[in-house]
């Protein structure tokens, strides 16, 4: 890939890292987000702020091989990988999005009661890994549940979107936290809600 | 197992021998049906260098697992041979209702192999197969084929047959259903024609089983709910046919007139939706199983017909300056009488008539002479005078008149109605696809134009090879079913694998079916090798590649095609020239 497909890449990367950062779904330097290229996938640098991503903080690595990019990539960089390799997503993000961490610590997995939301996602597992951080199982859980849904929330730890474009990824997000947001809402309420689609789409 | 019928008949027409075989299961897992059981059969059955006309080519009809049931627009089938055309692998698709009674007959697939030496039509229902003597349909156009037919089988017959285009051989020959409905691309009609196969005859009535009726249907139920809330597929659509697309893209700079010339013009509202819904529309009209309903039953004087569809309204009109909506749409009916593919013959006559402005033609051909269109529409399908030299399509047309590079196509099959230098990764996409110039392989537009799901930069070349990739692999699994390609504005591989796991009881994500579409494509491509393509033909006419258009909302764009190719291979796993690797090979199950 030549130097302004690169610079095209860090662009995009950025300003989805700056718009996560600004929704509080990336808080400070947490979570990552890469796009595929070919057999390169580039990603956001562990350490490197979310609103403050430059050229240099997007790593270039082999998504074949393990290369010394590893060194400065994203703590997270071999589950990218994996739902690279186990999917036909160009673009995944990994975020912390709140209310979605509330409801994986509540519900076995998270049904969005609004029109938009089960439109675009139907339903949100929630898996459960021993070790929620970089580990093999959570490599596993995620590249196999992204097989069948466009969003996952790991409990108490965070979402993964993947999508063909950063854009898709970014709206599943927003879409997986404004579900979650209004599922927990209406949880705290106490009421029963008049519109819930949660007995049908427990089979999606 | 449910959804499938389990049996492929096999017609050899030489030796008039019947047999019927199961389903290999093996192939069914892996290519599922319709295109990519096409495909495989094809594959296997089809020698290199083997003359596409001849008895040695085979034919396949086939249909998919969904095909007859209540999945959205579950009326499609699929054939698939080697293209007189082009000299690819092809496929070509139809809507209209053949497709649930070929598959009531209670088989997934028709093999026919060999030729007659008289015309003859083979005729199924769900107890018996034959073959009739079809003289007397010989030499009738598709209308008259389709009335004959109906007069003596019943209604309950539907027939896919070619006209006298497929008769005669012509390079461009579709194979018709429903009067008016297509498989229209790279010759299979010339295929069928070769075999002195007039038409099929499907009047079966048995039952497709699904696996889970109730979660079938609520994946359905949530599909047609997907189509009530799109746009596209709500409104636009069902509103204005596919002729939606006129203005837009005459507005974008990507509707070709004049042979790709430019890409922008004043009189395009002529030809627009907008225009036919005011004009010539009688009543909309949908096929089997499908709520979209963008067909359009038209009317010109007393003439009544189908069409025009977008693609028609550009190869016939924009793209040889016609922008008289009448004449477009009589040359319209024309090519479904006569079995013609009508992109590639209104893109066979602009590269004539911008030979003949050359001085490379020994006949006169006009731009905008909607009347010579029509009258070349009728010649070409019969062979006669000039026609002869149109019905061989405009790459051996340009080649005989010495300039091969007015001829606008990919690997031999003419381009359809969006100019790349507009889309660049629409671009890569005609350049890649195995069957030849096409935009049903892998459609960038939507991503380019009309931001589906998300809009890109259409002038960009960055990352367009994944997202051309994807969509290759994604319509190449959706063919297996065999779903319209409309149905994609609203539904993703997600719906699709949970129709089929529904309808089959297998299981199958989103990912499965994608992986399905990926072997397809590459199986396609190792036919395409065999037979001598490689990167020499992954390419596009220079016009596209080094003419940037001086006017237009496109002016001074090319397609820079070789970086995004370079990607293209690096990530499908294919070597420089474009040979799948063994490694590539063996993750999809195609090792030797």
Redesign the interface.
Known sequence: MDSEAKSEIWKEIAKYGKKLHDKGYMVSHSGNLSIRGGDKIYIKRRGAAADEIGPEDVIEADLFEEDSSIILSSTETMVHKAVYLGTSALAVIHAHPPYCITCSLIFDEIIPMDAEGDYVLRKIPVLVVNEVSGSKDLENAVSSALKEYKGVVVRGHGTFAAAKLMEEAYHITCMMEAASQIRYLVHLSGLKPKRDKTAEFTKW | MAGWMGKILDVDLSSSKIRVAELDEQARDKFVGGRGLGAKIVYDNVQPGTDPLSAANVLVFSVGPLTGTAAPTSGRYSVSTKSPLTGTILDANSGGFFGPKFKSCGIDALVIRGAANSPVLISLNERNAEILDASEYWGKGVFDTTTMVNEKFGKAAEAACIGPAGENLVRMAAIMNDRHRAAARGGVGAVMGSKKLKAVLAAGSMRVEVADRE?FL?VVK?SN??FD?HPITSKALPRFGTAVLVNLMNELGLLPAENFRSTFHSEAENLSGEALTKSILVRRKGCFGCKIQCGRSTKVGNVEGEGPEFETLFALGSCCSVWDLEKVTLANYACNDLGLDTISMGVTIACAMELSEKGALPEKVSWGDGDKMLELVRKAAFREGLGNDLAEGSMRLASKCGLPQVAMHSKGLELPAYDPRGAKGQGLAYATSNRGGCHLRSYMIS?EILGI??R?DRF????K???VI?QQ??YAGMDTLVACRFTGYGLD??YYS?MLTAATGAAY????L?LVGERIWNLERLFNVREGFGRKDDTLPDRFLKEPLSTGPTRGQVVELE?MLN?YY??RGWDHEGRPTERTLERLGLGS
């Open positions: 979660k609520f949530e709910r997907v809330m991503l799901p998300r890109i960009s070349t960055t990352n090879a994944g997202l994807s692999n994604l591989e997600d949970r994500t989103g990912e499965d994608m970086p990607e690096k990530f």
